[in-house]
Each structure stands twice: as C-alpha cells, then as structure tokens.
C-alpha cells in the first residue's frame, strides 16, 4: 500500500505561483511513477505531469509546459508540482498518484487540494 497527502492549494492571482507537495508513505521501494493530475467543475480528470520515481524522466500536459515543473525528494519521500504563470484555465482539484511497478495505470491516489486562480 501507498498513502499520498497533498498540500500547497489555496487561491491565486492570475499570473502568480503556487507550489503543491505529496508527501508519500509506504511501499516507496515499489513505486514506479508519481504523477499530478487535476479535475476542474463538470470536466473530467486529467493527466497534468508525472516523474519515475527513479531516474529523472518526466511528463508534462501540453496545457502547462513551460508553465509547471514536476520534481521529486526521495530523500523525503515527496512529490513537487511547481506552477507559475497560473491561469483561470487552471483552476481544479488536484491530485497525487502513484503507479506501482507491473501496472499500466495509477493505483493510489490522494484526497486532493484546491487550486483556485482568479483575480
């Protein structure tokens, strides 16, 4: 089992910059990729940027490269999203997850954590 808490949501100007976290606990040693993804009112979730939890490989949405940069910890077993130059467009509900080793798709998932950019 993986447990993922996220933090760092709150309200934002247009053009301003949060930084969410996913603090990751554990069967670490079996996770395969982290990823952010996200889910606006009356849309369905989608896939915002991930990062192998070994190595430096990452993914980005085409909405937010350039814009959001994926990191990781391992040392403290956390996942970064940074976001600048936030758009209305970006505000959602966002979520960690995880992909353990031998799956195709993320099995943990966070409660999520509000983002909301409005001036």
């Known amino acids: 089992q993986v447990q993922l808490v996220e933090s760092g949501g709150g309200l934002v100007q247009p053009g301003g910059s949060l930084r969410l976290s996913c603090a990751v606990s554990g069967r670490t040693f079996n996770i395969y990729t982290m990823g952010w993804f996200r889910q606006a009112p009356g849309k369905e979730r989608e896939f915002v940027a991930g990062?192998?939890?070994?190595?430096?490989?990452?993914y980005y949405a085409d909405s937010v490269k350039g814009r959001f940069t994926i990191s990781r910890d391992n040392a403290k077993n956390t996942v970064y999203l940074q976001m600048n130059i936030l758009k209305p467009e970006d505000t959602a509900v966002y979520y960690c997850?995880?992909?353990?080793?031998?799956?195709?798709?993320?099995?943990?998932w966070g409660q999520g954590t509000q983002v909301t950019v409005s001036s």
């Open positions: 990062v192998r939890w070994i190595g430096s490989t990452t």
């Open positions: 997850a995880a992909q353990v080793a031998g799956t195709v798709k993320y099995d943990y």
